[in-house]
């Protein structure tokens, strides 16, 4: 019954929606009307109605729609009449008017009915007059706890001291919580009497539940008593609860009394953050007392402390800022340091006594106070104007400095004034003020090009070319005429940076148009001179062979479906064999590289096992995004206009980039970091200012190659020197068109270059003694041509070679025994885990490659070697391997420190395919680095588990296409309906071609399942 009575009050709370309108003050008669002679959901809704227009005249009515208080009927009975009786009494405590208090006194002190006494009980605590306390009181005394709660809520909001005693009294201390005693705390809070403040603390220890401890303390707070300072205090510290916490520091900061402080201050280090800014805001509330403290507290080693004391220090205001001056000219640099922050913080008023700090004899505290006054900001630029006009020369400096980093127009001109000081730190800080401030500095500083200082017409020159605004190519072509050879200088420095826009804005133009490449045309020019220089230990004379190798090739690359063309025609000067001129084709398709030298086809599959992990363009814009661009003019490149930008490469990137594509191309005996230390490098590229992708590509190296670089020992030669010197220029086109590249059919049917070695398998037995007695360079080509030959009996020999004392030829033996596959290697290549770096992952890759389980927990426990390429081919070997075993140690490498570790674990766990990585790769959909997420989302593809569904829908919309390309294709394999919606819209409205033609498959995929 009692739940069918609630469902009419909701159905009338319905239907008072309908009747309540704009103006329904006007149908007050009219409700009135309805209340009389309605049925019963006609006068429900009426009541409802009248209450939320508040109109006194209803206040009659309502009053007569209660019937008499007792004996009237009984809920059994007719519980639509109760259930009007409510309806009114609420009506009554919106309305709100006096008239209504003795009525609803009376239900409170004679009603048998429990609900509408309760009713009556908050309406009398809305209306608010005390008239009604004595009847309250009444019913804090043995009522139900519904009652007693409504009967506390209502005192608490009529405020009256005289039911504080009573209040008390209906205290509940045992450990349990409930409403009413909910009720109680909060009513004692409101009415603010002291009486209450030892209970309310007896309350606060006593109580075992969070609820009860809380209202204690807010109530507390609330009366403001300096009693309650020690228990609040504990409270703040030692709870476990940091919602008490909390409210405890609240407490504390309402009753202000600086018996607070140092408890306040210690909850400053609280784990929690809202504690430590409820501590702040209290100590703020305390004031003046707390300040000295507080600055002590700036000194604290935990950051915590040192940010919450200088929140306080902030909100304090203004009665903080002398003491603030006074830390700000410590001898410690981090006082000083968040002195300065805190003062900048407070605004206007504290400038002018950070403006006498700028008269300090110590430059670092002069700086510390022109930092705050940039803080401050526009209220400090009259002041620091004058300063610079007027100071010493230290305070000139500074005033230099924050003027330029408020970067307000008005500064300008003293700063212009401030180039032609004596002292060399004002005008260097005001040159860089000025550069700061950009375009509002450049016409005066073109005007400064004709000043009589050539000193400051230099200074002007190299600020204009700083700036990098067009508008002074003009002038400073005219300063290129100056008498003064510095001008002239700073002027070619400036107009060389001139040719387009700033470097660090051109790099993320370019690296932004090449994350959207998908096809390009290309044409390399490369000119290349190789000396070899042979010196017999025996015979000084050297053998000098001079190579010049010239190039021409005109080429296309598909990025999205991994295709090359190139056409070549190297011609070779030597001096034994004269000129040799050669004509190419070449064609790459995923790892295969098909190959006509002067009409003869060969084909090379598998020739790179991560040739196409990631397309050249991700290449190109990963090292980038490592490298400085220096801009150093313009250029034009088939008529089309140009940036000329000079790249400075991070080497560990580069390296690292070389060595990823190296990493599977057998043999290779270069140390990559060692040739590169020792190499000169010269790269430029010419940049679209259109389109910001490059035109032109011009990359000059030089190096040299030794025997020790290639851990090479020739037979009978004492040392072997190899010089190289390579000119490449590469012309770039036809980006993002339509390209279709055919593999001719008889580069198709060409035989594989395994075949024609393995054809050769009489060599095995000559290659074998060769692996064992030969040179280091012949043992190495022995045991790479035994891998490419597949031969079993040689294992046991190559097995051998893993002990040979050159590492090369380990490390050729070892990508032999990949090749070969047998499972006799297996502990030998575990063994070969603990070599060098460059053995160590080529064993991982190679114990992948022959896929036996035994290998599976060795590699589990590479992934965690300091050295990353062990840690990233070992998960690419676990995935290889596919043993479950390796699910949990790959989930966890998905949080390495390395990108190329999680990409590589992202992807091996999306070979193995266990339902245990959906979670971990679903999160790592948010990874820093492009190329992990777009692995994640391959990867969560591959195992196909719905649950993966929402996360990777939203991956279509990651800001990197490659990887909304890899979330739509995922998305294909699941092959769940809820993912049609948004790839439909992705495959209409997405800016990138690839990611629509991706959603597209994916829906056709969906549909077709």
């Known amino acids: 019954m009692e739940t069918k009575m609630r469902l009419k009050l909701i159905l009338a709370v319905l239907a008072l929606a309908a009747l309540v309108m704009p103006g329904t003050a006007d149908k007050v008669d009219d409700l ?57 009494v609420q009506a009554l405590s919106k309305i709100g008017d006096p008239s209504a208090v003795d009525p609803l006194i009376s239900i409170v002190s004679t009603s048998d009915d429990h609900w509408i006494k309760m009713e009556a009980a908050l309406a009398l605590g809305k209306i608010g007059d005390p008239r009604a306390v004595d009847a309250l009181i009444g019913c804090l005394r043995k009522s139900s706890p519904d009652l007693l709660q409504a009967a506390a809520e209502a005192l608490g909001e009529i405020g009256d001291p005289r039911a504080v005693e009573p209040l008390i009294e209906a205290i509940d201390y045992s450990n349990r919580y409930d409403a009413s005693t909910h009720s109680v705390v909060l009513a004692l809070g409101k009415i603010r009497d002291p009486r209450a403040v030892d209970p309310l603390i007896e309350i606060m220890a006593r109580g075992k539940n969070q609820p009860t401890r809380l209202n204690a303390t807010w109530a507390l ?71 000295g403290k507080l600055i002590e507290a700036l000194k604290d080693e935990n950051s915590n402390i040192v940010d919450g004391a200088s929140d306080a220090l902030v909100l304090i205001g203004e009665p ?49 106070a022109a930092v705050a006054l940039v803080g401050i900001g526009e209220p400090a630029i009259n002041p620091l104007i004058v300063v610079l006009a007027d100071g010493d020369d230290g305070a000139q400096a500074a005033a230099a400095f924050a003027l330029g980093n408020i970067s307000d127009a008005r500064v300008v001109d003293p700063l212009i004034v401030a180039l032609k000081d004596e002292n060399e730190t004002v005008r260097s800080n005001a ?36 700036i990098c605004d067009t508008k002074a190519i003009g002038p400073l072509t005219e300063s290129l005429e100056d008498e003064n050879e510095q001008v002239r200088e700073e002027a070619s420095k400036s107009l060389a940076k001139l040719g387009g826009a700033n470097p660090e804005e051109l790099k993320a133009m370019m690296i932004g148009a090449l994350e959207k490449v998908d096809t390009a045309a290309v044409t390399v020019y490369m000119d290349q001179t190789i000396k070899l220089v042979n010196c017999s230990e025996t015979n000084e004379t050297l053998r000098n062979m001079t190579i010049e190798t010239r190039s021409v090739g005109d080429g296309v690359l598909n990025v999205t479906s991994r295709t090359m063309k190139m056409n ?3 011609i070779t000067n030597s001096e034994e064999a004269g000129k040799i001129v050669s004509d190419i084709e070449m064609y790459m398709v995923n790892d295969t590289l098909y190959t006509n030298i002067d009409g003869n086809w060969t084909r090379m599959p598998e020739m790179h096992e991560e040739m196409w992990d990631q397309s050249q363009a991700i290449i190109q814009v990963e090292l980038l995004n490592a490298s400085e661009i220096e801009l150093i003019g313009s250029d034009e490149v088939d008529g089309e206009d140009a940036y000329k930008v000079k790249v400075i490469p991070d080497m560990e990137t580069y390296t690292a980039i070389v060595n990823q594509q190296m990493g599977s191309i057998p043999l290779s005996t270069l140390n990559i970091t060692e040739v590169l230390e020792g190499s000169e490098m010269n790269w430029t590229i010419c940049i679209s200012k259109e389109s910001h992708l490059p035109l032109k590509n011009q990359f000059e190296l030089e190096l040299t190659l030794t025997a020790d670089i290639m851990d090479l020992s020739v037979g009978g030669v004492g040392e072997i020197e190899i010089g190289i010197k390579s000119n490449s220029t590469g012309f770039y086109s036809r980006y993002n068109e339509p390209v279709d590249i055919e593999v001719p059919e008889e580069a198709m049917n060409a035989p594989s270059w395994h075949d024609t070695l393995t054809s050769q398998e009489d060599e095995v037995d000559d290659l074998i003694l060769d692996l064992k007695f030969g040179t280091p360079d012949v043992r190495m080509n022995a045991a790479w041509a035994l891998g490419e030959i597949g031969d079993p009996r040689a294992v046991d020999p190559l097995i051998g070679a893993l002990d040979d004392e050159h590492e090369w030829v380990r490390c050729a033996a070892i990508e032999a025994l990949g090749a070969i596959g047998d499972i006799r290697a297996i502990d030998p290549l575990v063994g070969a885990l603990d070599d060098g770096e460059e053995v160590q992952y080529r064993a991982a890759m190679s114990l992948g490659r022959i896929g036996d389980v035994r290998a599976v927990d060795p590699l589990i426990r590479a992934l965690d070697d300091e050295y990353w390429g062990l840690r990233s081919e070992a998960a690419r070997a676990l995935g290889r391997i596919s043993d479950t075993r390796a ?54 593809g591959e195992i196909g588990d719905p649950r993966a569904i929402d996360s990777l829908i939203g991956a279509l919309k990651d800001e990197v296409r490659w990887v909304r390309s890899g979330a739509s294709k995922a998305l294909g ?26 959603a597209s498959e994916a829906l056709e995929k969906i549909q077709a399942d």
């Open 32 to 88: 009135l009307l309805d209340l009389k002679f309605g049925d019963y959901g006609v006068q429900i809704a009426a009541i409802g109605a009248l209450g939320e227009i508040g109109d006194t005249r209803a206040v009659g009515p309502l009053i007569e729609m209660i019937p008499k208080p007792s004996g009237y009927v009984s809920y059994e009975d007719d519980s639509w009449k109760r259930s009007i009786r409510i309806a009114a």
């Open 221 to 291: 707070g609330e009366i403001g008593d300096p009693s309650a300072i020690e228990p609040l205090a504990y409270r703040v510290l030692r709870d476990e609860d940091s919602g008490v916490r909390r409210s405890s520091a609240e407490a504390l900061g309402k009753i202000g009394d600086p018996a607070a402080i140092e408890p306040l201050i210690s909850a400053l280090e609280d784990p929690v953050i809202e504690v430590r800014n409820n501590a702040s805001l209290a100590l703020s509330k305390i004031g003046m007392p707390a300040i």
């Open 320 to 368: 903080a800022i002398d003491p603030l001056v006074v830390a700000l000219v410590s001898e410690d640099s981090l006082i000083r340091h968040i002195a300065a922050g805190i003062l900048a913080g407070l605004g206007e008023p504290a400038v002018d006594p950070l403006i006498n700090v700028l008269k300090n004899e110590g430059s670092e505290i002069r700086f510390e």
């Open 431 to 466: 040159t860089e003020a000025l550069i700061t401030i950009g375009e509002p500095a450049v016409d005066p500083l073109i005007r400064v090009l004709k000043d009589d200082s050539w000193e400051v017409r230099a200074i002007a020159a190299e600020a204009l070319g700083e």
């Open 568 to 570: 070549m025609t190297t």
């Open 887 to 940: 699910v949990s140690p790959l989930i966890d490498a998905l949080q390495d420190e390395d990108e190329w570790v999680r990409k590589a674990a992202a992807e091996a766990l999306g070979e193995i395919g266990d339902a245990r990585a959906v979670d971990p790769l679903t999160s790592t959909l948010k990874d820093e680095d492009p190329e992990v997420r777009y692995w994640a989302a391959c990867a969560l």
């Open 973 to 998: 394999e699941i092959g769940d309906v809820r993912a049609i919606e948004p790839l439909t819209y992705v495959a209409l409205r997405d800016k990138e071609e690839s990611v629509r033609a991706a």
